[in-house]
């Protein structure tokens, strides 16, 4: 028997949400926890901002971040940003919606070697986070160490021929 979950989601554009709605995903502090170079000091202004600069980098691009529909509800954003030329995979979800990542993580891949037509994905992880088995059964491989603003990150990258 499939033991595959399916759920109803849906990709918006950022601009479908509200701000509020925005600010208080991206100031949760369980979320800020995971997201070393977060600040809570994300307010109107800034989210304005975060979003046009979001929608800039699909025109510039032809890829992005979108946000995520589970259920009918505003679970979180996520997609690929450019990361020095790779499409890096970011995934920001709402603490009730944690145990929804996986099956979020397989639409948006699978987006990425479809239709988005990218070579290779990209996942950059902060030195904290100790659990990266689920990102190595997708056949993500770590690569190197990198450095964002003084933090360093793991980075893992899965190529598109080799889930082919």
């Known amino acids: 028997m499939d033991k595959t979950v399916t759920m109803p989601i849906q990709f918006l554009q950022l601009n479908q949400i509200s701000i509020a709605d925005l600010i208080a995903l991206n100031t ?9 170079l977060g600040s809570n000091q994300f307010d109107e ?3 304005r901002q975060w979003v046009i600069g979001k929608e800039q980098h699909w025109e ?13 509800q ?14 890096d995979l970011a995934l920001v ?8 990542g996986k ?7 699978n987006k ?9 994905v990209t996942i950059h ?14 056949g993500f491989i770590e690569e190197a160490i990198v450095d964002f603003d003084g933090i360093p990150f793991k980075r893992f990258r899965l190529k598109h021929s080799s889930v082919l």
């Not at 505003?74 to 499409?87: I, P, R, S």
């Open 103 to 109: 099956y979020i993580v397989n639409n948006i891949i």
């Open 45 to 47: 202004q800034a989210c």
């Open 93 to 100: 979800l709402h603490p009730k919606f944690w145990g929804k």
């Open 74 to 87: 505003f679970a979180g954003w996520g997609g690929l940003q450019n990361e020095a030329g790779d499409a």
């Open 28 to 36: 949760h502090p369980a979320v800020l926890e995971h997201m070393p």
């Open 112 to 120: 990425a070697f479809t239709s988005l037509k990218v070579e290779s």
């Open 125 to 138: 992880l902060p030195l904290t986070r100790k659990k990266v088995s689920a990102i190595l059964r997708y």
């Open 60 to 72: 510039q691009y032809g890829y992005g971040v979108w946000a995520i529909i589970v259920d009918g």
